[in-house]
Structure formats: structure tokens, C-alpha cells
């Protein structure tokens, strides 16, 4: 068994669970077949990327939701929408779960936030900020209202499910995701007897 420990820096910033583990088929056995966290939907993304998101309807802070995505599953972080396609994507589940289309009333939380920089909107990655490129926002937002609306909300469920920044304080419900390569799949979802 081969473990590769590696471990990421941004600005200066060690992130507390910035490694990621891989276990190496022990055999020549070939791919396994990757597996979402329990509970999670599964979607796709380019080349050999694979997207894993759960649910979360209860509501908590921007702080506490990325804290509970950790818990859930190592690597995961609050939801990153990167593409049209993605957006689309959660929407399409949001409606279908009874649950979510509640909660999508009062928003739900992306992981997109410009509390580093004011006006720098980034995702909340697993091991380090991404940038946006792709943006969904409710017009007139964002608007920083108050001078403190550093957090991206799902906030217009009637409006396609726009975004908007509202205060990271403020307890909304979330969808949380993980991401990884099919050739690397995490070790850890596996019982014990299948690696080697
Ligand atoms: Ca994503
Ligand atoms: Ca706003």
C-alpha cells in the first residue's frame, strides 16, 4: 500500500485537514469503481473528475456549514457552482427534494465568500481558494448591504435560484461537496478487506 501525503499552502495559511490520502491499488487489479459519501448525489465533471453533494436542510452559519461538510466526508467543503451546467445541476435536485425546496425558501449556502478580500468573490475549496469564473448572481447583487455580506447565498429560489452575499452570521441550509479523481479515488469509503 502506497500513501501519498500531501499537503497544501494558501497565503501563508496552513489549512487544518489540508492533506489528501490516496491508497494505491496494492494489486495490479486495475480502477476501482469510486463511491460518493453516503447519502450523496453523484454528477460527472469533465475528464476524470467526480462530483459527490449532500443535502443538509438544517440551518447553520457559513462557519458551522463548512465544519459539518468536513465532518461529513474528508475533503468536502461547502458547495463550489463552477459551470451553468452545475448550477442547473442543484437546482434540478434542489426542486426534487421536498426537504431542500423548503429550505431553498430562505436560501441555501454555497462556499462562495469575499472575506479576505472585499469585492473578491472566491470558492471555499478543500485545500485553498478558487477563483469565480462562472457567476450566477440576482441582479443589483452582490450589494454588501450594511458593509458586511461577505457569504453567497442561493437566495432567489423564484428567480432561477440567483445568488446573492448575505451575512456569513446568518443560518441558512447547504449543500456540501467533494470532489476527486477517478484514479484516485479516496482510500477511506472502502472496508478495510478490500484494500490491501
Ligand atoms: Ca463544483
Ligand atoms: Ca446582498
Not at 12 to 34: E, K, M, Q, W
Request: net charge negative; aromatic share 12%; charged share 15%.
Amino acid at each position: 500500500m502506497e500513501i501519498v501525503i500531501e499537503v497544501a499552502f494558501s497565503g501563508g495559511h496552513l489549512y487544518v485537514d489540508d492533506f489528501l490520502i490516496y491508497n494505491a491499488p496494492c494489486s495490479t487489479d486495475g480502477i476501482r469503481t469510486p463511491v460518493c459519501p453516503q447519502g450523496s448525489i453523484k454528477r460527472k465533471g469533465l475528464e476524470n473528475m467526480m462530483s459527490c453533494y449532500t443535502f443538509h436542510p438544517e440551518p447553520m452559519t457559513f462557519l458551522a456549514a463548512i465544519q459539518t461538510c468536513k465532518l461529513t466526508w474528508p475533503g468536502a467543503t461547502l458547495l463550489q457552482i463552477e459551470t451553468a451546467d452545475e448550477q442547473a445541476f442543484i437546482a434540478n435536485i434542489i426542486n426534487k427534494t421536498i426537504s431542500m425546496s423548503n429550505a431553498a425558501d430562505f436560501g441555501i449556502w454555497t462556499g462562495g465568500n469575499d472575506v479576505d478580500t472585499e469585492h473578491t468573490f472566491v470558492w471555499n475549496g478543500p485545500t485553498h481558494p478558487i477563483a469565480f469564473n462562472y457567476t450566477h448572481w440576482h441582479p443589483g447583487q452582490p450589494n454588501n448591504i450594511g458593509g458586511d455580506q461577505d457569504c453567497v447565498l442561493i437566495q432567489y429560489k423564484s428567480s432561477n435560484y440567483e445568488w446573492g452575499d448575505v451575512n456569513c452570521n446568518e443560518k441558512h441550509s447547504f449543500i456540501c461537496e467533494m470532489n476527486y479523481d477517478v484514479r484516485h479515488q479516496p482510500s477511506h469509503q472502502y472496508p478495510s478487506g478490500v484494500i490491501g
